[in-house]
C-alpha cells in the first residue's frame, strides 16, 4: 500500500462467532485492510453497510435464520447508488452455489481454505472491482462457460412452477395429469440440468436464471 492510499474498508458477515473472530483477527494483520465492522445475519450486514459504508463486505453464504448470503449480496448490490463489492468467503463450492452468488451481484468467490495472503490479494482486487475467484471456483467456472446452458422442457417447466409453490410430487402427478414416477424422472433432469440436488435449490436456481415466471 502506497502512503496516500486509503486502507480498503471491510465489513465481515458470517453467522458463527468463532469464525468471524477469527477472520478478525486474521485481518487485523494485513496490510491496507481496516475492519470497520462484523454482522452476524444477512439483515445485520444489509444495517451496517448503510450506516458504515464498507468497499467490501466479506460474505459467507449460509447465514442461518433470516435471508441467506446470496440474497444479501443481491440487495446490497442492487441498492442505489451501490458502491459496495462483495467478495464470498465460503465453503461451498457447487456449482449451483457459485453461480447464485456471482448472478446475484458478487465480485469475488472465494474458500475459506485459501492462504491468508490470498485472501487478502482478494480483498483488495475486490475493492477495486476486480474479478477474484479461487482456483477450482475458477476451474467450474470456466467448465460450465465452455458448455452450453442446459434448457428445460415445458413439462419440466410446468414441474417447477409446481415446486416454486411448495407441492409435493403426488399432487404435482395429479395436477399435470401424470404418473408420480414420471415426476420424479423429470425432477432428476431438473437436478441434473441446474446442478443441484434439493428442491429448494431447483427453485432458488430457476428463479436466479428467471426459469420461472
Known amino acids: 500500500m502506497t502512503p496516500d492510499r486509503a486502507p480498503v474498508r471491510i465489513l465481515v458477515c458470517d453467522d458463527h462467532a468463532v469464525v468471524r473472530a477469527g477472520l478478525l483477527a486474521l485481518l487485523d494483520s494485513a496490510p491496507g485492510i481496516e475492519v470497520v465492522g462484523e454482522a452476524g445475519s444477512g439483515e445485520e450486514a444489509l444495517a451496517l453497510a448503510a450506516q458504515l459504508a464498507p468497499d467490501v463486505v466479506l460474505m459467507d453464504l449460509q447465514l442461518g435464520e433470516g435471508i441467506d448470503g446470496v440474497e444479501t449480496t443481491r440487495r446490497l448490490t442492487s441498492s442505489p447508488g451501490a458502491g459496495v463489492h462483495v467478495l464470498v468467503l465460503t465453503t461451498y463450492d457447487t456449482d449451483a452455489d457459485i453461480t447464485r452468488a456471482i448472478e446475484a451481484g458478487a465480485t469475488g468467490y ?93 427453485v432458488a436456481v430457476a428463479k436466479e436464471r428467471r426459469l420461472l415466471p
Open 110 to 202: 472465494l474458500l475459506k481454505a485459501e492462504r491468508p495472503d490470498e485472501l487478502f490479494a482478494a480483498i483488495h482486487a475486490a475493492a477495486q472491482g476486480r474479478t477474484a475467484l479461487s482456483a477450482p471456483v475458477a476451474g467450474r467456472v470456466m467448465a460450465n462457460l465452455r458448455q452450453p446452458r442446459p434448457t428445460l422442457t415445458d413439462r419440466e417447466r410446468d414441474i417447477l412452477a409446481q415446486l416454486a409453490l411448495g407441492i409435493g410430487n403426488r399432487d404435482i402427478a395429479r395436477a399435470l395429469y401424470i404418473s408420480e414416477a414420471t415426476v420424479k424422472t423429470h425432477l432428476r433432469r431438473i437436478y441434473d440440468k441446474l446442478g443441484v440436488d434439493t428442491r429448494a435449490g431447483a
